[in-house]
């Protein structure tokens, strides 16, 4: 059976061709953010797609108690925003840089109209927005059905952008406690049972996987 803990969405510029990537890069505006700043609020009605060039960027919803449920962690090459192009829906999430990061941003009418000049465009959309929804789904599988332990170590795997070095995911541990339900301390046990056991690393604001083959081997032994 494929395991999703291991799986990780192809960013978007890496299925197009150089020449492709250069093409987007003329018909975008490059934006500039420091850590934290947002980039969009939920209901925001401009209509676009956005590209991740360098940095990352997180995306999720504050609830009425100023908790953040954290939704998605995005790295270089990615995009968010299709949904506003392709459905006329306003944005439902908060998004904010993660460290120093620059964005590439594309109106609705101008990437419309590279795609229909151009289908591998939407080929490559298409693509990389199924992949990252099988990774929805298992996140939702994961909520509902891991004991504690197996959950927080899966949602990590998921959350944590490729590349070859070690992944360093940025954010709060009480926003990834009410991400999946789970108490601070309960939370702060898990972080600390994966620490002691040399799977991660936990910073000031951050989580480093020290090797994610290691900690995918680990969940995999313990989501029996």
């Not at 298992?138 to 959950?151: A, I």
């Not at 995911?169 to 999946?180: E, V, W």
Request: net charge positive; glycine share 8%.
């Amino acid at each position: 059976m494929f395991d999703f803990a291991q799986f990780q969405a192809t960013p978007y510029l890496k299925l197009l061709s150089p020449e492709r990537v250069r093409r987007l890069f003329e018909n975008s505006h490059r934006r500039t953010l420091s850590d934290g700043q947002f980039v969009h609020s939920r209901g925001d009605q401009r209509p676009g797609i956005s590209i991740i060039e360098d940095g990352a960027a997180q995306a999720g919803i504050y609830g009425a108690d100023g908790s953040f449920i954290l939704t998605s962690y995005i790295g270089p090459g990615h995009t968010f925003g299709e949904f506003t192009v392709f459905t006329n829906l306003p944005r439902t999430h908060d998004v904010s840089a993660v460290g120093p990061t620059t964005m590439l941003e594309i109106p609705a009418p101008r990437f419309l109209a590279l795609c229909a000049e151009d289908p591998a465009y939407m080929q490559a959309m298409l693509q990389t927005t199924l992949m990252r929804s099988h990774l929805i789904l298992e996140m939702l599988h994961t909520v509902r059905s891991l004991p504690l332990l197996p959950r927080v170590a899966k949602f990590l795997l998921i959350l944590a952008p490729g590349g070859p070095d070690a992944p360093v995911l940025r954010f709060r541990q009480s926003d990834l406690a009410s991400t999946l339900g789970l108490s601070r301390a309960s939370m702060n046990r898990a972080l600390a049972t994966l620490a002691d056991e040399k799977l991660i690393e936990r910073g000031y604001g951050s989580i480093k996987i020290s090797d994610r083959d290691r900690l995918a081997h680990w969940l995999s032994g313990h989501s029996k």
